[in-house]
Each structure stands twice: as C-alpha cells, then as structure tokens.
C-alpha cells in the first residue's frame, strides 16, 4: 500500500490523553535520589508549580557534571538511572512523600508473624 495513502487513513481507535509526570502541577512533588537497592539517598520537596522537567534535566546535567554517566531514562517515567563506576542511582520526580510509604493494593493483607500471646 502507497505510504501516502496509509497515512491518511483515520484511526479506528480514539487518540488516548497520555500521562505526563513533569507536567507542572499545583500538587507537591518530591525530588529523589535512590541507590540501587531503592534506598533514599537524598529527598526534598519542591514547592507547587516547579517546572519539573527543568528539575530533572538539571540534576542529569549535574550528575554528568559530576562524572556520572546517564543510563536509561524518559520524561514518561519522570525518572534516570545514572552509572559511576559501581555506583548506580535512580534520579527521579515523586508524587509521594519518601518519608512515607505508601501502600498499594492489599498491602493491609500481607502476612506477619502472630505474637506470643500471654497465655503461652
């Protein structure tokens, strides 16, 4: 089929509104560092309004500043990953407190272990 012809063909599906995590918002964000075990290396919080896709491209800039290399990243994901030697780390923009887990899901169901109760 001519190529010209196959993009002027309408979609059968409905164009779908895409997830932006830096679009700018008036909810509170939080910039993250995260070694490679998830752990919070360093954390703050950035005031409503921050352009968060300026955020993130500055810390790239200084992690490569720094002796850092970039490994994968994308706006869709809000997040990097950056490579020093045998260091890794995650660079990213949160929608949540780190300080405060959140739970997912049916995480009030997780099993823990029954207490020794007083009558043992």
Not at 21 to 28: A, K, N, Y
Not at 50 to 70: Q, V
Not at 108 to 115: A, K
Request: aromatic content about 6%; hydrophobic content about 35%.
């Amino acid at each position: 089929m001519d190529r010209r012809v196959v993009g002027s063909l309408p979609s059968g599906m409905a164009r779908r509104n895409v997830f932006d995590p830096l679009e700018p918002t008036q909810e509170l964000r939080w910039y993250v560092v995260r070694d490679r075990l998830g752990r919070v290396l360093e954390a703050r919080q950035l005031p409503p309004g921050t352009d968060l896709k300026r955020i993130l491209l500055a810390a790239m800039l200084e992690r490569i500043d720094n002796g850092w290399g970039l490994g994968e990243f994308g706006s869709r994901g809000g997040s990097c990953f950056c490579v020093k030697g045998t260091e890794r780390c995650q660079v990213a923009i949160e929608a949540a407190d780190p300080g405060r887990p959140v739970r997912y899901g049916a995480a009030h169901l997780t099993w823990s272990p029954q207490q020794p109760s007083d009558e043992e």
